[in-house]
């Protein structure tokens, strides 16, 4: 069984930064696709960035140029450094795994929907 557990989310002022760890157990595949992504009540999830165990990266539009993914794969920890916050990036943030199979983009991995494996998320606040 795959776990992912999200931390380090909480409340920052507007310009301030955070990083996002998830701690990955369970994964059994040679080839990774793993990603983060954000939601909000009465909207629906929006991929923010993706990485593969190649450390090959990929950014929506929604975060480009103000965060980065990375990953220590002897710790199975996936991150998201964020910087430059305002409060249209509150929300609650969730990472996601899932085999890859020819490529890791973040629209690929949000097509896998519930065939991934999802955290329960970590809750971003930026006060204006």
């Known amino acids: 069984q795959v776990n992912l557990m999200e931390s380090g989310g909480g409340s920052v002022q507007a310009g301030g930064s955070l990083k996002l760890s998830c701690a990955i157990s369970?994964?059994?595949?040679?080839?990774?696709?793993m990603g983060w992504f954000r939601q909000v009540p009465g909207k629906g999830r929006e991929g923010v960035a993706s990485i593969d165990t190649d450390g090959v990266t990929d950014y929506a539009d929604s975060m480009k140029g103000r965060v980065t993914v990375s990953q220590d794969n002897a710790k199975n920890t996936l991150f998201l450094q964020m910087d430059s916050l305002n409060s249209d990036d509150t929300a609650m943030y969730y990472c996601?795994?899932?085999?890859?199979?020819?490529?890791?983009?973040?629209?690929?991995?949000?097509?896998?929907?519930?065939?991934?494996?999802w955290g329960q998320g970590t809750q971003v606040t930026v006060a204006s």
């Open positions: 369970g994964l059994t595949y040679d080839s990774v696709c």
């Open positions: 996601a795994a899932d085999f890859k199979l020819f490529r890791c983009t973040v629209e690929v991995l949000a097509k896998r929907g519930d065939f991934a494996s």
